[in-house]
């Protein structure tokens, strides 16, 4: 939580606690929260207590124990992983909400934190090639002679892929961008890049996302794409559906033929990894190409990441609570599309399909 968002939350007459240096990773000191009015705790079990507990992560089973039988979650919980935690949550009368979970429509736009955070990941993923890439990302004008700008091949083109193009175009680069759904055609060509068309059926699924690709049609894609990453000094891959592994865009044999010196950078790598040869939490050569697993990329722009998570967590808050508690109404899209566990009971559908999933 950011301090700005403690204050807005007590401006609306709840009592913030914040555990003692928590914000100080992202910038945030406890001083900051206090002066916003917030009561400082010394440690996690003074505040797991509450009526309504603030995570980043799912919580152990520790932390579950911990909390308020009867209280809130509000937390990204991965009930396709967590199954023992949302298993304790309802067997401890916690009602818990997914914050990957929240719908996709324009009500629920200042909640949606998976858009906010991938927006960071998408930034800084260029970032990351370009340190790591020894070639200029723009196109330079010497005496000595013309240096031609670095090509970047982008894969998916959802939120964290056109903040990737957009930062890779604002750098200089000569930026290629191929999604299947053909829906996302124009935003990649307004910010500079060409979309890359293959002779694919549109894989458009629900709420935006794409929908799950059988593997003949992800074989298929490989071929055609081969000749584009071969070309690419980046390849910058974004590709994931909530919930599931992260399909394979880039076998080991495409990456085989990216020119030494070139960049893989792997924003799918905590699903998994859109790259065959992608080691989640790890950067790695293989054959002169770096591929850049690192996990959890908006972590590493921690202020901004922080500033924008809060404020989804406090927009949902705000939206459930009515006189100063939390109201559950299932009527609602919003509560019932993000609420995973209420009464004892796993009440969502989505997370119950996530858990029974191998």
């Known amino acids: 939580m950011s301090p700005d968002v403690a204050r807005k939350l007590i401006g609306a007459g709840l009592e913030v606690a914040v555990q003692a240096g928590a914000g100080q990773a992202a910038g945030f000191g406890d001083r900051d929260y206090e002066a916003a009015g917030a009561l400082i705790q010394p440690g996690a079990a003074e505040v797991l207590g509450a009526d309504v507990v603030f995570k980043v992560q799912a919580p152990d089973l520790g932390q579950v124990a911990a909390m308020k039988e009867g209280g809130v979650l509000l937390s990204f919980l991965q009930p ?13 009368q916690v009602s818990a909400f997914s914050m990957e979970l929240v719908p996709r429509i324009s009500r629920a736009q200042s909640m949606d934190a998976l858009s906010s955070q991938a927006s960071l990941a998408g930034y800084k993923s260029v970032l990351m090639a370009a340190v790591r890439l020894g070639k200029f990302f723009p196109m330079l004008m010497t005496a000595a002679g013309t240096i031609a700008p670095a090509r970047v091949l982008v894969l998916g083109a959802g939120v964290a892929g056109l903040q990737a193009i957009a930062t890779a175009r604002r750098l200089g680069a000569v930026v290629e961008a191929y999604d299947v759904r053909s829906a996302v055609k124009e935003e990649v ?17 629900e709420g935006g996302y794409a929908r799950a690709q059988s593997e003949e049609f992800l074989a298929r894609q490989r071929e055609l794409l081969s000749e584009r990453v071969a070309a690419s000094d980046v390849v910058i891959t974004t590709a994931s559906i909530p919930g599931r592994r992260a399909p394979v865009l880039l076998t080991a044999e495409m990456a085989s033929r990216l020119r030494a010196g070139s960049v893989v950078v792997d ?30 990329v908006p972590a590493t722009v921690p202020y901004n990441a922080s500033q924008l998570y ?7 808050l705000l939206h459930l609570q009515q006189d100063g508690a939390v109201r559950f109404d299932f009527e609602d899209e919003i509560t019932r599309g993000s609420c995973v566990t209420h ?13 029974a999933a191998p």
């Open 189 to 205: 060509q307004s910010l500079g890049a060409t979309f890359i068309e293959l002779e694919l059926e549109s894989q458009e699924g």
């Open 310 to 316: 809060s404020r989804n967590l406090a927009n949902l």
């Open 343 to 355: 009464g004892g009971e796993v009440v969502n559908e989505r997370a119950r399909q996530m858990m």
């Open 80 to 92: 396709a992983t967590q199954q023992d935690v949302i298993d304790a949550l309802a067997k401890h």
């Open 267 to 296: 924003l799918a790598a905590d699903s998994g990894g859109n790259c065959e040869l992608t080691r989640p939490g790890e950067v790695i050569e293989v054959g002169g190409v770096t591929i850049d697993g690192t996990r959890n």
